[in-house]
């Protein structure tokens, strides 16, 4: 193909990247202006005009799906496959490399990903058995605490612990450590800081990697941690070359560890030059200079401006939602004409903080029978009935993963009670052996009662017998004979209801799954059981069953990075929700948040919405939200207010967006949104909320002396003033 092909379609300053003598390169630039395009661009011009090998070329990327995305970009421009490339991300590129080498990094072959459920379990196990409160140590605070560490790059013994909690933690770290490193297993941050650590201890083998991945490029580089940091600086060592491609504005993973300073780091360790983008090529102006406006109440800033040659567009839409079913209402009417007009339902993205927001959205949505798909969410790989199936496999082949053991060793329940396991479970500490091992050895040395000795026994005896039956099969024949066999599918075939069918259609659909895998040809796998096994763990989420279907797209603010929709929805923008609570208490936080107010809006190509709620129910608790600041930070002349018939002043919130509510779910209760009624016991007030229908219905007021309540309709016998 031609050269001028891969730089026709660029402007000047992208094309000086994409086409820049080989260099350590950082590209700075805001959102939509072409970042992930220089990069893909960067690629195929090393291949095409460098005459680069696919297999000197290391990219990194934020997600699967980005990465995945990157890889078929790359093709088309070149027109060719590019088979030997590696591209993926962080904890991908890690585990890979952990793979081919795990003997040297002191892994077991069949080593697996501890996902963040069974690691919250197995340190509730070690806090039980080394008498720490947990409710006083929450194991969920203790795993956050060990991933930190880990995304330093500290090990215990790196640790200094000047008081007594934190040597607590520490002690619990160390155990869990041991643990971990005794069954196998390995969890997310530890992918990273094994490979790290591997790649240090091991010069050969860094020398070999360094010597093949001539050409380094990284995307969103904004939201690189320590570990990850020191990794790339350690494969790239003195001859390499590396492009990195960031948004100092999208940083939003400082929470866990990211460091936007990682960019100025970069510059001085690389010596690298900056080439800065400022057309963006994805949003109407509007959109673009609210979300400039906005960022610029950030401190601190490296500083970029973005313009676009696109048109004005619509005003950005501000719906001030009664409360979240009317919000949720609301966005469905939308979606609703939106496809009426002709429009794809997959261009068009709800974003929220919380991951808890989506589920009055989803059910707004089934009622209106729209599809929807969620990124992030429950995902298929992370349901109970998958999780014990692949816990199964997982068993079966390799004996010394203890979550796994932990996971099926009574489901279905086979009668073996807590007392048993407790003892095999002293047992595996006292001999510094795998839970599995354990069982067998409490069984010979005849410690335990009959029935729960025979139990064991036909456990153990289960498992081999699957390991036996199933080693001659294809993978999906394997998780078949599993399923069936190990008695999940009956146990789940007996629960009634919905939720029991569901889990059925999960269980078949895994074994589909397994049908349609294909083991990666470049990789060592050394079964495909083995190389799926590691793809649920790494995936999970993204290779949902109705990928095909056309559905809207559904996710957190945080995963939307990097993606673009024509239409967009930001819902629960309030004080409290977004920024949230936490980010009042933490330095820095609030920025942070505002960087990911940016992020959600600058996904909006044509059309965006933006929604709060005046009383919202989440978490089962009722509360009141004023409109975020962030929406007072947007320019006038770029928004609209869209307000529905009747509006209530309420005193107490003053400004802006605070003084008008919504008429969506009054049609039919009788009463007036803010109309001034009467209670025989209450006094006077306003009417301010209304829901459900019937005898079911309940309207809530806000009485001028003893303040909101919610009455039940038919009793409250209000009288209209
Ligand atoms: P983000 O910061 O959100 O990751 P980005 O800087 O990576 O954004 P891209 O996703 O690469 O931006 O590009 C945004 C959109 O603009 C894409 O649809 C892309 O195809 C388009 N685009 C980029 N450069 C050009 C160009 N020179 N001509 C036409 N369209 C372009
Ligand atoms: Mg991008």
């Known amino acids: 193909m031609d050269v001028s092909e891969l730089i026709d379609g660029l402007n000047e300053k992208q094309r000086e990247a994409v086409a820049a003598p080989l260099s350590n390169m950082l590209v700075l630039a805001g959102a939509g202006?072409?970042?992930?395009?220089?990069?893909?661009?960067?690629?195929?011009?090393?291949?095409?005009?460098?005459?680069?090998?696919?297999?000197?070329?290391?990219?990194?990327?934020?997600?699967?799906?980005?990465?995945?995305?990157?890889?078929?970009?790359?093709?088309?421009?070149?027109?060719?496959?590019?088979?030997?490339?590696?591209?993926?991300?962080?904890h991908g590129l890690s585990h890979r490399i952990l793979r081919a080498h795990h003997r040297e990094a002191k892994l077991p072959e069949a080593f697996q990903i501890l996902d963040s459920d069974d690691q919250v379990r197995m340190i509730r196990r070690l806090l039980k058995a080394m008498n720490i409160d947990e409710k006083k140590w929450p194991a969920k605070q203790i795993a956050w605490y060990i991933s930190a560490r880990k995304d330093e790059g500290q090990r215990p013994k790196d640790i200094q612990a000047y008081d007594v909690n934190e040597q607590l933690l520490l002690r619990v770290y160390t155990a869990y450590q041991d643990a971990c490193d005794r069954a196998g297993l390995v969890d997310f941050a530890e992918i990273l800081l094994r490979c790290y650590e591997l790649?240090?201890?091991?010069?050969?083998?860094?020398?070999?990697?360094?010597?093949?991945?001539?050409?380094?490029?990284?995307?969103?580089?904004?939201?690189?941690?320590?570990?990850?940091y020191q990794w790339l600086k350690l494969l790239a060592g003195?001859?390499?070359?590396?492009?990195?491609?960031?948004?100092?504005?999208?940083?939003?993973?400082?929470?866990?560890?990211?460091?936007?300073?990682?960019?100025?780091?970069?510059?001085?360790?690389?010596?690298?030059?900056?080439?800065?983008?400022?057309?963006?090529?994805?949003?109407?102006?509007?959109?673009?200079?609210?979300?400039?406006?906005?960022?610029?109440?950030?401190?601190?800033?490296?500083g970029k401006s973005l313009w676009t040659e696109g048109d004005q567009g619509e005003p950005i839409s501000i719906y001030a939602a009664f409360n979240e079913l009317d919000e949720s209402r609301f966005v469905v009417s939308k979606i609703r004409s939106w496809l009426n007009s002709g429009n794809a339902l997959q261009d068009c993205a709800i974003l929220y903080r919380n991951n808890a927001q989506s589920r009055v959205l989803e059910e707004a949505l089934l009622q209106e029978g729209l599809k929807y798909r969620i990124y992030g969410g429950m995902r298929f790989f992370e349901r109970q009935e998958i999780k014990d199936a692949l816990a199964y496999l997982r068993l079966i082949s390799n004996r010394q993963d203890d979550a796994a053991f932990e996971r099926v060793i009574n489901t279905p329940a086979r009668g073996i009670g807590d007392k048993t396991l407790s003892h095999i479970r002293d047992c595996a500490r006292n001999e510094s052996m795998p839970l599995w091992y354990a069982a067998k050895a409490v069984l010979e040395q005849k410690h335990l009662a009959g029935r729960a000795a025979t139990a064991i026994a036909r456990f153990i005896e289960l498992v081999e017998q699957l390991d036996d039956k199933i080693t001659e099969l294809e993978l999906s024949e394997q998780?078949?004979?599993?399923?069936?066999?190990?008695?999940?599918?009956?146990?789940?075939?007996?629960?009634?209801?919905?939720?029991?069918?569901?889990r059925v259609e999960n269980l078949e659909e895994l074994i589909s799954a397994c049908g349609q895998y294909e083991l990666p040809i470049d990789e060592d796998f050394s079964s495909p059981l083995q190389g799926f096994l590691a793809y649920t763990s790494l995936e999970s989420g993204e290779g949902q069953a109705d990928e095909h279907e056309d559905a809207v797209q559904m996710m957190t603010l945080h995963s939307a990075k990097g993606l673009e929709f024509p239409l967009v929805f930001m819902v629960g923008v309030e004080e409290g929700m977004f920024p949230s609570q936490q980010s009042h208490e933490e330095s820095g936080r609030l920025e942070e948040e505002r960087r990911l107010c940016y992020v959600g809006m600058t996904r909006a190509m044509d059309k965006l919405y933006i929604s709060h709620a005046e009383s919202r129910?989440?978490?089962g608790q009722e509360k009141h939200h004023s409109p975020s600041r962030f929406l007072r930070e947007l320019p006038e002349e770029c928004i609209e207010e869209i307000r529905i018939k009747t509006q209530v002043s309420r005193p107490v919130n003053s400004g802006r967006f605070s003084a008008s509510v919504t008429h969506a779910a009054f049609e039919d209760s009788g009463y007036n949104l803010g109309e001034r009624v009467l209670h025989a016991k209450f006094g006077a007030g306003t009417v301010l909320n209304y829901e459900g229908s019937g005898a079911q219905s309940r309207i809530q007021v806000n009485f001028d002396d003893v303040g909101s309540k919610w009455l039940v309709t038919a009793y409250a016998r209000l009288q209209s003033l």
């Not at 078929?72 to 030997?84: A, D, K, N």
């Not at 050409?215 to 904004?222: I, K, N």
């Not at 300073?261 to 900056?274: C, G, H, M, W």
């Open 33 to 90: 202006s072409g970042k992930t395009r220089v990069l893909v661009h960067r690629i195929a011009w090393l291949m095409q005009v460098e005459h680069a090998s696919a297999y000197s070329i290391f990219a990194v990327t934020f997600t699967n799906k980005a990465a995945k995305e990157m890889r078929t970009r790359v093709e088309e421009t070149l027109r060719s496959p590019v088979g030997g490339m590696w591209i993926g991300t962080f």
């Open 238 to 302: 003195n001859e390499n070359n590396m492009m990195i491609v960031g948004d100092d504005d999208q940083s939003i993973y400082g929470w866990r560890g990211a460091k936007v300073e990682n960019i100025k780091r970069f510059l001085d360790d690389f010596s690298a030059q900056t080439i800065r983008l400022e057309q963006n090529y994805r949003s109407t102006a509007i959109i673009l200079k609210a979300s400039n406006a906005l960022i610029q109440n950030n401190a601190e800033r490296m």
């Open 199 to 228: 790649l240090c201890q091991q010069p050969t083998l860094l020398r070999h990697y360094q010597q093949r991945f001539r050409h380094m490029l990284v995307d969103e580089f904004q939201d690189t941690n320590s570990i990850q």
């Open 617 to 619: 129910r989440l978490y």
């Open 479 to 502: 998780a078949k004979t599993t399923i069936e066999g190990s008695g999940l599918m009956a146990m789940y075939q007996a629960e009634k209801g919905e939720k029991g069918r569901a």
